[in-house]
């Protein structure tokens, strides 16, 4: 556990992809009086991303990578992280894979949501998998971020039961309720 130290907040980045859930959740979350963190840029990897209009909704700094030329676009956005002071990467539905390089350069740490009980189902189609197994649980994880994909440490994690009328999608909009909850959990967890 790490504990804060006076009322600085640690200024975070979150990376997105598309429709931006998670980013708006932890915008709402950065408000509330206790919480460990401000929300000082967003990054997407898509310029039509529609998680975007809440950067301009809530006056955020976004920028956009299209991860085309991997190592180009990481070095600017290091650069970027170490101007704006950034000390926390929450990735949000983030759809490239950082690389071994950028992970360990960045002077702070990554977190990700990822919607399975980790360690099963790393990587997507995870509620596809979930349905088709027949699996009688689901669930989200948030976990740090390191060079292989989906298998850092586990912060924390929500289990959540399939119902024998789930289909993927509806899977997706119930484990999204829960990683609305358990993303804000796992950061008071981690800094309070
Ligand atoms: C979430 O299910 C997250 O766990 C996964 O991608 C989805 C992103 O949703 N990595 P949103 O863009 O935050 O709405």
New binding site residues.
Partial sequence: MEKLTGLKKLKTAVF?S??????KNLIKFSKIKKTPISINLVISSFNKAK?LKYADQFNIKKRIFNFQNTKNDEKKILILLKKEKIYLICL??FMKILSKDFIKKFNGKII????SLLPKYKGLNTHHKTITNKDKFTG?SVHYVTEKLDSGKIIMQKKIKVAAKDNPESL?KK??KH?HKLYPAAIMKIFS
């Fill in positions: 997105i598309g429709t931006g859930s998670n980013f998680g949000a539905g990700n949501i990822h919607p989200c997706a484990v999204l990683e």
